[in-house]
């Protein structure tokens, strides 16, 4: 295993902006299928969580639609990837950090050939060293499975410390501290909303977060008792 330092990134409204795609996709899918702007809530609501395969056979239930939860599914797939970015600026940043010696990771709860497709589409897959979705072996953040097999993607263990930074107060960061993780948290424009402990270093954005690792290259490690 690789003793350089590890960073894993949540995915979902950290690294991308999933809830805005979420609500474009809604508009489009009502749209698309003649369901009228009244149902746009409740199929955002259906997906808002986290969106799989069986939650389009409800879908095709309630509104009689003539396609299968499958084939619902995988033009889901298809849409939200081509919705979905991640900033210019944190796409450079990722390669910033590889540059500078860490290994970068993403730890994302999901399914699958959604979270990977949106992870090829934007760019990020060519820019970590390695990638955990939950579906893939039923360890899902909070979990500390979840952050140790995220590591060993990137070549690492969690023995040698380092870094969770996402947007979830209890899956990424009370989930990543009790991995023994160092944490940073992307507000999006929130206040904490946990009591203490909260996170070792709170941040707007990823970018932001990327910013702070470069920059404090002495906190880089996991301080130990």
């Not at 944490?183 to 954005?205: A, F, Q, Y």
Request: charged share 25%; aromatic share 6%.
């Amino acid at each position: 295993m690789c003793s350089c330092l590890l960073v894993l990134f949540d995915l979902d409204n950290t690294l991308v902006d999933r809830r805005g795609t979420l609500a474009d996709w809604a508009a489009e899918f009502t749209a698309c299928h003649d369901l009228g702007d009244e149902e746009r809530e409740h199929v955002l609501s259906r997906v808002a969580e986290r969106a799989y395969p069986s939650t389009f056979d409800a879908i095709r239930i309630r509104y009689r639609l003539p396609l299968s939860a499958a084939e619902l599914w995988r033009a889901y797939c298809a849409d939200i990837a081509a919705m979905v970015s991640c900033p210019a600026e944190t796409l450079d940043g990722l390669d910033e950090l590889r540059a500078a010696g860490w290994r970068v990771g993403v730890a994302t709860n999901g399914a699958s050939d959604i979270q990977r497709a949106k992870l090829w589409a934007t760019g990020v897959a060519e820019r970590v060293d390695g990638v955990f979705v939950s579906e893939e072996a039923d360890a899902r953040k909070p979990q500390r499975q979840h952050f140790a097999l995220a590591a060993a993607r990137c070549g690492a263990v969690l023995g040698d410390g380092g870094w969770m930074v996402g947007d979830n107060p209890v899956n990424d960061i009370d989930g990543g501290r009790s991995a023994g993780l160092r944490t940073i948290w992307v507000s999006n424009g929130r206040s904490w909303p946990l009591e203490d402990p909260g996170p070792d270093h709170t941040v707007p954005d990823a970018r932001a977060a990327i910013d702070h690792l470069l920059l404090h290259p002495a906190n880089r490690a996991r301080t130990r008792a």
